[in-house]
């Protein structure tokens, strides 16, 4: 049986609450912060797909908010804003 490698894991995790979530600044937060302790802990191949949802989730979520990009993803790891 085919065993799903770290991108695809990554993606199923993360793909859909980052979609849905980009106006969100407690999603934000969380998921900021979420990304950096992966990125602390991560495989060095899991790297490219952390900082491709970093990315992605820095140039969306202002698009989709009032709120600043700084506003945005100041990491909170308690979802409190």
């Known amino acids: 049986m085919p065993v799903p490698g ?3 894991v990554f993606d199923l995790a993360f793909t859909e609450i980052a979609l849905y ?4 600044p407690q999603i ?3 998921l900021t912060a979420i990304f950096d302790n992966l990125s602390a802990c ?3 191949k899991g790297e490219p797909a952390i ?3 970093r990315a992605w989730l820095r140039d969306e979520a202002p698009r989709r908010s009032s709120l600043s990009v700084n506003q945005l ?3 909170d790891p308690l979802g409190l804003g």
Do not use: E, F, H, Y
């Not at 979530?21 to 969100?24: D, E, K, L």
């Open 6 to 8: 770290w991108d695809r």
């Open 21 to 24: 979530g980009a106006g969100s």
């Open 28 to 30: 934000c937060r969380k």
């Open 42 to 44: 991560a495989p060095p």
């Open 51 to 53: 900082d491709a949802q």
């Open 73 to 75: 993803l100041a990491p």
